[in-house]
């Protein structure tokens, strides 16, 4: 199992999507811990987001995170609209 640390960036888009919203909380949670169970288990994606991987939350949203293999860590990158995550 992996560690899993956020980005100043990411923890804040992450808080300001949960905090009135206590269904997707839970969503985002689950999603969380399977993506530290198997983080591989993702699509990774194509430049140029090339070495992050994502995990669709509902339909929309997507968590996009790299992977520390080596500190056996995942580090959230972003959460976020998919329209938006792939303009960045």
């Known amino acids: 199992m992996y560690n899993i640390r956020f980005r100043e960036v990411a ?3 992450l808080e300001k999507a949960t905090k009135r919203d206590f269904r997707k909380s839970e ?3 689950k999603k969380l811990l399977q993506v530290r169970e ?4 993702f699509k ?5 987001l090339h070495g992050l991987r994502r995990a669709h939350v509902d339909k929309s949203f997507v ?3 790299s992977i520390d293999e080596l500190q ?3 580090i959230i990158e972003g959460y ?3 329209d938006n995550i792939y303009k960045k």
């Open 38 to 41: 198997n983080p591989y288990q």
């Open 63 to 65: 968590i996009a995170y």
């Open 72 to 74: 056996k860590t995942v």
């Open 80 to 82: 976020d609209h998919h």
């Open 27 to 29: 969503i985002i949670k």
């Open 44 to 48: 990774p994606l194509r430049a140029p």
């Open 11 to 13: 923890f804040q888009q």
